[in-house]
């Protein structure tokens, strides 16, 4: 099982990008994709996920309204496409994958089996 995470970097407050999650090794059909965070000295906390069996997706409060999570079943990647950025989403960012076990759930970092390596994303002027 292997996710790949992308697209981070350097950007404006105000700005935007958007991060993908390529994933390999599992059947990706079975599998909600989340992205989280950790900012220095803090501890990772969830952001959003996408579940695909239900055709739902959830946001935190601190993101909603900026970020938009998709995926691309036949590319098996998920993207994470972050706009209106504040210092204060200065983070790095993982994606992780949890097996389907139900509608509900796919919030804490717990939940998840398998990770990626994570993106540095830098909001600054």
């Known amino acids: 099982v292997q996710l790949q995470a992308s697209g981070g970097g350097l950007v404006q407050p105000g700005g935007s990008l958007r991060l993908s999650c390529s994933t390999s090794?599992?059947?990706?059909?079975?599998?909600?994709i989340g992205w989280f965070r950790q900012a220095p000295g803090k501890k990772r906390e969830g952001g959003s996920h996408i579940n695909h069996r239900d055709k739902d997706t959830y946001y935190a409060d601190s993101v909603k309204g900026r970020f938009t999570i998709s995926r691309d079943n036949t590319k098996k990647t998920v993207y994470l496409q972050m706009s209106s950025l504040k210092p204060e989403d200065t983070a790095v960012y993982y994606c992780?994958?949890?097996?389907?076990?139900?509608?509900?759930?796919?919030?804490?970092?717990?939940?998840?089996?398998?990770w990626g390596q994570g993106t540095l994303v830098t909001v600054s002027s």
């Open positions: 090794g599992f059947t990706f059909d079975d599998y909600v």
């Open positions: 992780a994958a949890s097996y389907y076990r139900g509608s509900y759930g796919y919030i804490e970092p717990y939940e998840y089996e398998h």
